[in-house]
């Protein structure tokens, strides 16, 4: 399983920004996507995640309605919709697969990681 995530930038509070991750290996079907990040100094953190099916959404409290999760199993694809961005949300985003299909949002339930892409927003 590879994972390639893209889409991070220099936005300014307030903006949206949709962050990609483009899957190739295994069955795409038989995982779980999800997004996590790290901010300078901190730990990796969880952010969102999507069952293969698309119909479970998991979010970390800091984002929900703020970001939505998407998957494409069609393009072997996942994505993260980020609105109303805030300073506090400047980290590396990584991409990750599981093959369990209920998250709790530790990083121990996914088995694949891509590199991360950064996001960077200004005040």
């Known amino acids: 399983v590879q994972l390639q995530a893209s889409g991070g930038g220099v936005v300014q509070a307030g903006d949206s920004l949709i962050l990609s991750c483009a899957y190739s290996g295994r069955t795409f079907r038989g995982y779980a996507m999800g997004w996590f990040r790290q901010a300078a100094g901190k730990e990796r953190e969880f952010v969102a995640a999507i069952n293969w099916s698309g119909s479970g959404t998991y979010y970390a409290e800091s984002v929900k309605g703020r970001f939505t999760i998407s998957r494409d199993n069609s393009e072997n694809t996942a994505s993260l919709q980020m609105n109303s961005l805030k300073p506090e949300d400047t980290a590396v985003y990584y991409c990750?697969?599981?093959?369990?299909?209920?998250?709790?949002?530790?990083?121990?339930?996914?088995?694949?990681w891509g590199q991360g892409t950064e996001v960077t927003v200004s005040s």
């Open positions: 990750a697969a599981s093959p369990f299909q209920r998250i709790v949002g530790r990083e121990d339930e996914f088995a694949s």
